[in-house]
């Protein structure tokens, strides 16, 4: 447009209807601006904290050995999930390839409408079965799981009682829930029925805990627990994401390692982490439960299916340790050997007889640099701090596979000795 045309626009009426969209568009630009300052911002003040989490990108498969953009050779994976080894274990692979084959990629559905395949109610049936519960129902994720269960199960009358250090999903699931919300002290027994006795009046009262408490690798005191919540007419929740698949003689999680499977009454856990490693979560328990949450369980009346090649995977994944309990029992050994090692180099580390082995450092900056300098000498592994962790609490948490060989663990305890004396952690 000619710009003497440009300026009669302006000033014709019709550009008096403009000059308030321009000004309007401004104010917009000027917002974002604003934003985008207040988030660099703090983005400073976390790079500054020494708290800033980068993500290191692997070009491999998962498992014991793994490629690190970046870095020469393979490296030694001691940080991931993959607690029984399977995420890469042929037959869970070529379970999934089946699968996808078959069943084709995803449902592009939620499961009411027409998401569910014959494999989803198998894995549910499957997965009932392992944890000897009536009823399964899957979610996308564990996540999910946790956000989904309270706010159906709990009304304003009832009461739910939290662990201060439950896991972040566990505490946002309450949050959406209309029940009085009681939280006590981490594994404290004594504030626990404290709690208890103050949620008497309530209609119904559900003690809720991790079974193992993934920044620490602590258990819970399930049959302390289980004798208060059975003293004070509560029922037991736990979630077994860093217990399912391992713990206990037969793998079935934290409430068989201690002998009270029938007096927990709700768990979630994943498929995330030792059954198969891939993606998804479920809910066992109580059959009329169950049947509500798949009425009224947000999460899943509005996501979609789980993929059926994950589904696979997974299905493949629990079938293996109901035929053998093998893999489960590799890995106390395994955990003892690393755990001793360090604990006799001066390493202080958290937790008790648990595959997650938190190496206790203090300072977020220490934790990481010294993961840095872990990564330089064949050794993946990632420094925890706030907010994942308490200020002050930074760590790096090694975790141990049953995929890893005593060759794998003696050669990390070597480079953790060599980087802790060079950080002065130990002498």
Request: with cysteine; charged share 25%.
């Amino acid at each position: 447009m000619p710009l003497r045309s440009a300026v009669r626009l302006i000033s014709s009426p019709l550009g008096g209807f403009l000059r308030p969209q321009v000004a309007n568009i401004q104010r917009g630009y000027a917002a974002v601006a604003h934003a985008r300052s207040v988030l660099e911002q703090e983005l400073d003040t976390i790079r500054a904290a020494g708290t800033w989490k980068g993500e290191r990108v692997i070009t491999s498969k998962q498992g014991p050995h793994i490629y690190v953009d970046g870095s020469r050779g393979d490296m030694l994976n001691f940080c991931a999930n993959n607690y029984l080894g399977l995420s890469s274990h042929p037959e869970v692979v070529k379970a999934g390839i089946e699968a996808l084959q078959k069943y084709g990629a995803g449902l592009s559905s939620v499961r009411f409408i027409c998401g569910t395949q014959d494999i989803h109610k198998e894995l549910e049936k499957k997965l009932a079965l392992f944890h000897e519960r009536e009823d399964c129902i899957l979610y996308a994720s564990c996540f999910d799981a946790n956000a989904g269960l309270f706010e159906v199960l709990l009304g304003p009358d009832d009461a739910v009682l939290s662990d201060e250090l439950n896991h972040a999903s566990i505490i946002d699931g309450i949050r959406l829930c209309r029940a009085k919300r009681l939280r006590y002290k981490h594994m404290n027994l004594e504030d626990l029925e404290d709690k208890l006795k103050e949620a008497q009046s309530s209609r119904l009262r559900l003690v809720v805990t991790d079974g193992v408490f993934s920044m620490d690798g602590d258990v819970a005191p399930l049959r302390e627990i289980c004798t208060l919540a059975e003293q004070y007419g509560a029922m037991v929740f736990i979630d077994e994401c860093h217990a399912t698949g391992f713990l206990g003689p037969r793998g079935r999680g934290t409430d068989e390692l201690l002998g009270v499977m029938d007096r927990v009454h709700i768990i979630n856990s994943t498929l995330g982490k030792a059954l198969g490693g891939a993606a998804g979560g479920y809910t066992v328990g109580p059959k009329p439960l169950i049947d509500l949450l798949r009425q009224r369980s947000r999460p899943y009346l509005f996501s979609n299916s789980l993929p059926p090649p994950v589904v696979g995977c997974a299905t493949r994944a629990v079938e293996l340790l109901l035929a053998s309990n093998e893999i489960a029992q590799s890995m106390a050994a395994k955990t003892m050997r690393f755990r001793n090692a360090m604990t006799k180099a001066g390493f202080t580390i958290s937790g008790a007889a648990h595959p997650i082995c938190p190496v206790m450092l203090g300072d977020a900056r220490l934790a990481s640099l010294m993961a840095d300098d872990m990564l330089k000498l064949g050794v993946y592994v990632i420094g925890f701090s706030y907010p994942v962790v308490p200020k002050g609490k930074a760590r790096i948490r090694v975790q141990i596979s049953a995929a890893h060989t005593d060759e794998d663990i003696d050669r990390t305890v070597e480079a953790f000795i060599q980087t802790g004396r060079k950080h002065g952690v130990i002498s």
